[in-house]
């Protein structure tokens, strides 16, 4: 008999479809239902059946619920639900302001331990997956660079951000990076790169109506963890180019660790992702995320984790014993 994990989805943008999506290709895991602070009644879930809740009534669920999946953003979002929830339920989230993750890892676990709750937080493919991949790089080649290159493509998290910029009525971003400073690296030649060497930023913006243009765009190239550091522009365009034009949402990047070994021979890793729909790819990564959590609470470990504490195993469906068989 397959075990049934009860998951809980708490937001619905793009990401929440993602994991609707996703669980259902996942027959260990079954939808309670979606927590929203918007009206539920405004709310469409994929599935006919899906039931959707306020956020205000989540804590009657605590018995129902084995893991929150939370698709909140990590600018205003996560900042603060976070922690609340972590310390009510078992939680994962794609946390992904880097600099901020140990303060926020700090709260969280503040939060689930005392509460017997285990949290994971900054899953997705960077942090996440990508995160893996540097710890990998470096441990196997400790003589060496790492360097990680995100795009082309468009980011969930900094779209959010700009978004929420005032007279911001909608807007995307653009991650490109550079292809001389990647063929740099695959050279073996290990150049040191700036962070504006290595990306620049573009940024397409519908302003509310009697916005200053001006003014949005200093506070877009300005913002500290997001644009401070890159070459940043800034493109405004209407409404109706905006959902003709950049509706899609692909992305990927690289990971390369370029090192030596022995009597100075070069050694190159490589890893890399190509992203038809960034957030259903990282609502992918948090549903198996979510069942590790699941494991990792019932085996008693509480509080808050990241990928780099992850054993691998726990992340699929299949058993031990299947594993060492089909994938060793």
């Keep these: 008999m397959v075990e049934s994990i009860r998951i809980g989805i708490v937001g619905y943008g793009n990401l929440g479809r993602g994991v609707e999506m996703a669980l259902a290709r996942s027959p260990d895991m079954q939808l309670v239902g979606i927590f929203s602070r918007r009206n539920p009644a405004s709310i469409k879930p994929l599935g006919a059946n899906v039931p959707v809740h306020g956020m205000d009534t989540i804590g009657q669920f605590r018995d129902a619920i084995d893991v929150l999946i939370l698709c909140g953003g990590s600018k205003s979002d996560l900042p603060e639900q976070g922690p609340a929830l972590a310390a009510q339920f078992n939680t994962v989230d794609s946390f992904d302001t880097h600099n901020k993750i140990p303060e926020y890892f700090a709260a969280v676990d503040e939060a689930a331990r005392p509460a017997q709750r285990t949290a994971i937080i900054s899953v997705g493919w960077d942090p996440g997956l990508f995160s893996l991949n540097r710890l990998f790089g470096e441990a196997i080649l400790p003589a060496g660079e790492t360097y990680t290159f995100w795009g082309k493509g468009l980011s969930q ?153 992850i054993a691998p195993g726990l992340l699929s469906s299949k058993s031990a014993a299947q594993l060492r068989k089909e994938l060793l």
């Design 157 to 309: 998290g900094h779209s959010d951000a700009i978004r929420r910029v005032p007279g911001v009525r909608g807007g995307v971003q653009y991650t490109v990076p550079s292809t001389a400073a990647m063929e740099r690296v695959r050279s073996g030649s290990l150049p040191q790169l700036s962070t504006r060497e290595k990306h620049v930023r573009e940024c397409y913006v519908v302003l509310e109506e009697g916005a200053d243009a001006k003014a949005v765009e200093q506070t877009i190239v300005t913002m500290p963890d997001y644009f401070a550091d890159y070459d940043t522009t800034v493109h405004f365009i209407s409404e109706a180019d905006l959902h003709r034009d950049h509706s899609a949402m692909s992305h990927g990047g690289f990971v390369i660790r370029s090192g030596q070994t022995g009597n100075n021979s070069k050694q190159i890793i490589e890893y890399s992702l190509k992203l038809d729909s960034n957030p259903e790819f990282t609502s992918s990564v948090l549903v198996a995320y979510a069942r590790a959590a699941y494991r990792l609470h019932r085996s008693g470990e509480h509080g808050a984790r990241t990928v780099l504490d």
